[in-house]
């Protein structure tokens, strides 16, 4: 065994084990005297990375140290992110992710993940050879063009499908040698990015039209044709787009999109969750949208299709929909309606956000706008007036872009609202009740409908799964969960939730005809895909 062999087992982050090689591994491997005498059980790894964590004075600078330490040692790291999820579930994704996306070129390190640009078309399947695992099983793709609420960052946004990724395999079990981040670098139309001398993205306005298409058709038959029973997840594509390559793809490769899809099934599972507080049948629920974009109208789209379930008419859910922008209520009158928006346009004028909340009298608000603040004190007030508990959703993150604080909410309502958010916030006292906001993460989702696609070798993502998944969430959330306000399950049992969602979806297909895998199977095949980081 040669010095580069020996070093490698240190240098390769699945392999190194730091401080916790034993004395006859040191022997076996030839790399004693390369380490400090003692040797540290994973345990205590945890405890020193956890105490150093803490001394880090900001969120992205715990955000690098996590990310460095996730290069230099993979297990380690996934063993400290299921030791404390609650509290760095944060600092691994939203917020701090949106703040590492925007510095991204600035304090880039090392190569993470995969860059798909215009000058590879034609051997994008040839230059995927060059990612070293080839047993890839869920890819994570964006453009760059919608990143979280703060619009278009480029290549600087790969720090979404890696963030999400590494969701995917602390909250669902997936093996990260099996996870592959993609950019499609297309260009970016960020002025500030393109005068960056430090920007590490194509330097030109982004390609559209055909052009564009091309190539994300190029990269979809590349890596199914590569990798044949991987799951593509879309991230953070600007809306038009977003729907357009859901439609284009959606029953053509197993693939979803998170924006659209895994935000609509977390969100509907906090607003089936609504229903036990405010005691209103879902079917007599009315439900008001501040916001346009795919976020929103996937809501509204599922929440459709849920609500007919459940025994309305399609026209008869329509109608206990509408969705303002920034131009006002969405009417049969506005020229401007993405086609996404039509079905939910009413034939009344057009009127501002406070006045349709006062005529529509919604019981339930939802905010997806990217813009901080927009719930004001009049609107909640409007709502307070309307409902004995009204239902706020504020799920723009980061936190910046929240519509409304949890302490705003819980305050200008008198500690009425049911509340949740994108972004975490802290638990709020108003006149000495407790309230737990809860997060509308898309992570109580995705990693456990991904974790069912492929250990379910489920042939697409449709609503029905998409329904099954949020009903499955909604399940878990207890009475005393309830009491505090909080519409999710506690965060730190996210691992156990992912799994029983990847069980209720695999059943769903199955008695679908989706998966033709045997239903007395799903626990082991489940079992069988679930990374364990301990030494």
Same mark, same amino acid.
């Given at each position: 065994m040669t010095m580069q062999d020996n070093l490698e087992w240190i240098r390769n982050n699945k392999t190194n084990k730091s401080t916790a090689f $034993? &004395?006859? !591994?040191?022997k076996q491997l030839g790399i004693e005297g390369l380490f400090p005498f003692k040797t540290s059980s994973q345990d205590l790894q945890v405890k020193r990375v956890?105490? /150093?964590l803490d001394k880090k004075p900001s969120s992205i600078e715990k955000y690098l140290y996590l990310s460095a330490l996730q290069s230099r040692n993979e297990r380690l790291f996934y063993r400290v992110i299921n030791e404390d999820i609650e509290t760095l579930l944060p600092i691994i994704y939203t917020p701090t992710v949106g703040e590492a996306c925007k510095s991204f070129?600035?304090?880039? $390190?090392? &190569?993470? #993940?995969? @860059?798909? $640009?215009?000058?590879? =078309? #034609?051997?994008?399947? !040839?230059v995927l050879d060059n990612w070293p695992s080839k047993n890839i099983k869920v890819i994570v793709v964006t453009d760059g063009e919608r990143i979280l609420g703060l619009g278009d960052l480029g290549a600087n946004?790969?720090?979404?499908?890696? #963030?999400?990724l590494v969701l995917y395999s602390a909250c669902g079990g997936i093996d990260p040698s099996a996870c592959l981040p993609i950019m499609?670098?297309?260009?970016? /139309?960020?002025? !500030?990015? *393109?005068?960056d001398p430090l920007y590490l993205g194509v330097p030109q306005p982004r390609i559209s039209g055909t052009a564009y298409f091309e190539l994300l058709d190029e990269l979809m038959e590349a890596v199914t044709k590569k990798y044949p029973e991987v799951l593509v997840q879309f991230e953070d594509f600007l809306t038009p787009n977003a729907f357009a390559l859901l439609h284009r793809y959606q029953f053509k490769y197993r693939c979803f999109n998170d924006d659209i899809q895994g935000t609509a099934a977390v969100a509907l599972a906090g607003i089936i969750c609504s229903t036990r507080i405010t005691e209103i049948p879902l079917t007599e629920n009315r439900f008001l949208f501040l916001g346009g974009g795919s976020a929103a109208t996937g809501i509204a789209d599922l929440l459709v299709n849920n609500l007919v379930l459940n025994g309305l008419s399609i026209d008869q859910a329509l109608e206990r929909i509408s969705i303002c922008d920034i131009q006002g209520l969405m009417t049969t009158e506005r020229t401007? *309606? =993405?086609?996404? /928006? *039509?079905? @939910?346009a009413k034939p009344s004028p057009a009127k501002t956000f406070l006045e349709t909340v006062q005529a529509l009298k919604p019981t339930v608000l939802i905010g997806a706008t990217g813009a901080g603040g927009a719930f004001t004190q009049e609107i909640i007030e409007a709502m307070s007036a309307i409902n004995l508990r009204p239902v706020i959703f504020a799920l723009s993150n980061p936190t910046s872009k929240a519509e409304c604080t949890a302490e705003q909410a819980y305050t200008w309502s008198k500690g009425k609202a049911v509340f949740v958010s994108g972004s975490p916030f802290n638990n709020v006292v108003y006149e000495g009740k407790t309230f737990d906001p809860g997060q509308g993460n898309n992570a109580y989702i995705f990693p456990g409908l991904g974790l069912g696609m492929v250990a379910g070798n489920i042939k697409h993502v449709n609503?029905?799964? *998409?329904? $099954? &998944? &949020?009903k499955c969430l909604a399940n878990l959330v207890e009475n005393h969960d309830l009491d505090l306000g909080a519409l999710y399950p506690p965060i730190q049992e996210i691992r156990?939730?992912?799994l029983t969602i990847a069980k209720a979806v695999m059943l769903n297909a199955v008695q679908q005809g989706l998966s033709s895998i045997d239903p007395s199977s799903i626990d082991q095949r489940i079992q069988d895909e679930l990374y364990d980081p301990r030494y």
């Open positions: $034993t &004395a006859e !591994e040191k956890l105490q /150093n070129s600035h304090v880039y $390190t090392e &190569a993470k #993940g995969f @860059y798909i $640009t215009k000058d590879l =078309q #034609g051997r994008i399947g !040839e946004g790969m720090g979404i499908p890696i #963030g999400k499609i670098d297309v260009g970016t /139309n960020n002025e !500030e990015l *393109l005068n401007d *309606l =993405q086609p996404h /928006n *039509l079905p @939910y609503d029905e799964l *998409l329904i $099954t &998944a &949020a156990s939730v992912s």
